[in-house]
């Protein structure tokens, strides 16, 4: 039987698995071979996620599984997203839709971000999770590859509000070295399908000599689909197969940003301590609407919000933001 989350399409059997090991074909249906279970949930700033443009400022309940469908040589979470789901389970939680929406709530928590390794591998029980959450008032966002089939893709928007896709490269030759997938088609389809349907801010992990010669192509391809898409471009700091391989140099991939720039209103460098390019400006006037501090590894802080609602302060212009901004010790202090 064929398992239509992801483009592998892989053929499952009763005993079988396909490329991310988290599916088994069994009563004529394709089921997790884990459900509701999750590597990790931990408090973070949305902004870390990366979201800069959802509930600026909030509390998220981060949430993980395990495996993945892409082989990315540098993936910064190959402990969890490459490691054999059948062994990592034992050391996993088991918590129940209501369980983990309990947690978000207890903790202060305004959001619950998948943020671990690809929702597409634990879509059903993500579902359950979503009915939860939704009764609780709580908007839920992914970080994703977007290696999935269109159906997946439209299952996704269903549970998400707010989607950060990575968008790691265009070349067929890079996705086949790099990720492991023939070319990365199906991710600019789901992209602009994505942004038709929710929330979406773009990631791109940029490693020197290897991708940063896509950048000005892939901000080509965001003007083209939506120029108002946030992108990140992420310094990646190469591990797994890669740990090697030299990090970014700043200054180089900050340069060749700058033909992107022109063409996007909310281009971002981050993941190295004290950039400067972790700022929204307003795209009319140049006005700083939204400060925030890269703290590196990932991590990511609000400091100053000067929109008024979800406009420029000083011009009126509308600032593409989903959701409002919530203060991180803000909210209802709802306990379940
Ligand atoms: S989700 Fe997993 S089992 Fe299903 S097609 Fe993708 S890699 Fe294969």
Known sequence: MKCNYCEWRCELGVDSFGVCRMYVAKDGVIQERFPHKWCTYAVSRVESVPFYHAYPGSRSLTIGSAGC??????????????????????NMYAFTPEKLV????????????????????????????????????IP??????????????????????????SLKGLAPAF??????IP????????????????????????????????????????????????????????????????YPNIEAINAALEKSRRLLPYVYFHNFVGSEWVNTLCPQCGHTVIERFSLGCGG?????????????????????????????????????
């Open 69 to 90: 469908n892409l082989a990315c040589q540098y993936c910064v979470n190959a402990f969890i997203a490459k490691a054999d789901p059948a062994v990592l389970q034992h």
């Open 102 to 137: 309990r947690l978000a709530v207890q903790r202060g928590c305004h959001t619950i971000v998948f943020n671990v390794n690809e929702p597409a591998v634990s879509l059903p029980s993500l579902l359950e999770v979503a009915k939860v959450a939704r009764q609780a008032g």
């Open 140 to 165: 839920m966002g992914c970080l994703t590859n977007a290696y999935t089939t269109v159906e997946a893709t439209e299952l996704l928007a269903s549970v998400f509000s707010f989607v950060n896709v």
């Open 175 to 180: 996705c086949r070295e790099y990720l492991g």
């Open 183 to 246: 070319d990365s088609k199906p991710v600019l389809r789901n992209i602009a399908r994505l942004a038709s349907l929710v929330h979406v801010e773009v990631t791109t992990p940029v490693i020197q000599s290897v991708n940063d010669h896509e950048l000005d192509e892939i901000a080509v391809f965001l003007a083209e689909t939506d120029r108002e898409i946030p992108w990140h471009v992420f310094r990646l700091l190469p591990e797994y197969k890669m740990k090697e391989t030299e």
């Open 300 to 336: 990511d802080k609000l400091a100053r919000y000067h929109c008024k609602g979800n406009t420029c302060s000083e011009c009126g212009y509308e600032i593409k933001l989903c959701g409002e901004r919530i203060a991180w010790n803000g909210g209802e202090g709802r306990l379940v």
